[in-house]
């Protein structure tokens, strides 16, 4: 029977994927949460880890999410880095966090399933790099303004 609920969820974040970014207000959302580095935390260790493990753990573990950390190479905010979230629509989003603020105490035992690959990267090993993003209240989400 899990295995059945799993199957039902990929295959409604599919369809949505695929027909629902036609709909006003449902493009793609970029999901932006500032980093602080640890004292300790050489940068190249950090850019290592986004691309030998966290990046393709949401690329083949998670569906409908994309993760990665940017680094600021112009500006105001050179130097600096950004765990960078991308959903494929907001019905993806709001699957997994569904209202503004909230975190993984919230996804339901279905996103989890599909989230916790991710959230090991996130919650797990990404704080040996980084401040814990939940002690970040600075966060910013995007949507996508294509259609």
């Not at 970014?21 to 949460?33: D, E, L, S, W, Y």
């Not at 989890?112 to 966060?139: F, H, T, V």
């Amino acid at each position: 029977m899990e295995k059945i609920s799993v199957v039902v969820v990929l295959c409604f974040l599919v369809s949505n994927s695929l027909f629902c970014q036609k709909n006003v207000g449902t493009g793609k959302i970029m999901a932006f949460r500032p980093l602080r580095l640890l004292e300790d935390t050489k940068p190249k260790d950090l850019e290592r880890f986004a691309r030998e493990q966290l990046t393709p753990t949401f690329k083949n573990e998670v569906v409908g999410v994309e993760s990665y950390i940017i680094k600021g190479q112009r500006g105001d905010n050179k130097g600096q880095y950004v765990h960078l979230l991308i959903f494929d629509n907001e019905v993806t989003r709001n699957f997994y966090f569904p209202f503004e603020h909230s975190g993984e105490d919230n996804i339901s035992k279905e996103a989890l399933k599909l989230w916790r690959k991710g959230q090991i990267m996130l919650l797990d090993s990404l704080p040996k790099y980084a401040e814990p993003l939940e002690s970040l209240q600075n966060y910013t989400d995007y949507i996508y303004l294509e259609r």
